[in-house]
């Protein structure tokens, strides 16, 4: 079966310190991945989603990046952290046909 | 560009009660999604709609997709405390055959059911 990993949990990071969030996927090949975003009270936002290793397509400027280093393998980025990126991040992947989405359990992060 | 509007946001209820959520969608597509979440966790999928006319059925909620109106409906029959949760619909924006695509969300629907 096939089973999504993300990590940290929860992590506090000061203003201006880089991030790195990374997901893996196993159980499958060739996922599509993605990194959504839910500020607090709010909706998701699609922030990255990824079709093959090195193929990352960005939905919104911002301050973060994503790469695909490997087939199951997402990392989320930023060089600066800003207050505004606090929020709660969710890796999902998806086969490339009607099956759904799954998500992971999620990082919480919050920027002081 | 794809809209996504959930209605109602807020929704109070008594244990016992039927309500209906809405979902409606502003583009074509014939794939929508309904997932759970609970303070402080992540998504938990309840039901994937795959063809006009669908209608799935999971204990006490019941969802259903009409791409023609673009609109979904999750109904709840005799709620209890334990569906308190935000309920979120998704769009997927990829066509059937495709091979790509991602999920456009509505802004959720805070569900409390009070005994």
């Known amino acids: 079966s096939q089973t999504i990993h993300q990590w940290p949990a929860t992590l506090v990071q000061p203003v201006g310190s880089p991030l790195s969030l990374e997901c893996t996927v196993e159980?499958?090949?060739?996922?599509?991945l993605y990194w959504y975003r839910q500020a607090a009270g709010r909706g998701l936002q699609l922030l990255f989603y990824?079709?093959?290793?090195?193929?990352i397509s960005s939905e919104v400027p911002q301050n973060l990046s994503a790469s695909r280093p490997q087939d199951r393998q997402f990392i989320l980025s930023s060089k600066k952290l800003l207050l505004s990126d606090s929020g709660f991040y969710l890796c999902?992947?998806?086969?490339?046909?009607?099956?759904?989405?799954?998500f992971g359990s999620g990082t919480r992060l919050t920027v002081v | 560009e794809l809209k996504v509007e959930q209605n109602p946001l807020f929704l109070s209820m008594q244990e016992g009660k039927n309500y209906t959520i809405y979902c409606n969608y502003s583009?074509?597509?014939?794939?929508l999604y309904w997932y759970r979440q609970d303070p402080g966790k992540s998504l938990e999928s309840l039901f994937v709609?795959?063809?006009?006319?669908a209608v799935k059925q999971e204990g006490r909620l019941m969802a259903s997709l009409d791409t023609k109106a673009r609109l979904s409906t999750l109904h709840i029959t005799a709620a209890v405390h334990d569906l308190s949760a935000t309920y979120f619909c998704?769009?997927?924006?990829?066509?059937?055959?495709?091979?790509?695509?991602?999920?456009?969300f509505g802004k959720g629907t805070k569900l409390s059911v009070k005994p």
């Open positions: 998704a769009v997927d924006t990829m066509n059937y055959g495709g091979s790509q695509g991602n999920l456009i």
């Open positions: 709609l795959l063809s006009n006319g």
């Open positions: 159980g499958t090949s060739n996922p599509n």
């Open positions: 583009t074509t597509s014939d794939r």
């Open positions: 999902a992947w998806s086969r490339q046909a009607p099956y759904g989405y799954t």
């Open positions: 990824s079709v093959g290793i090195g193929q």
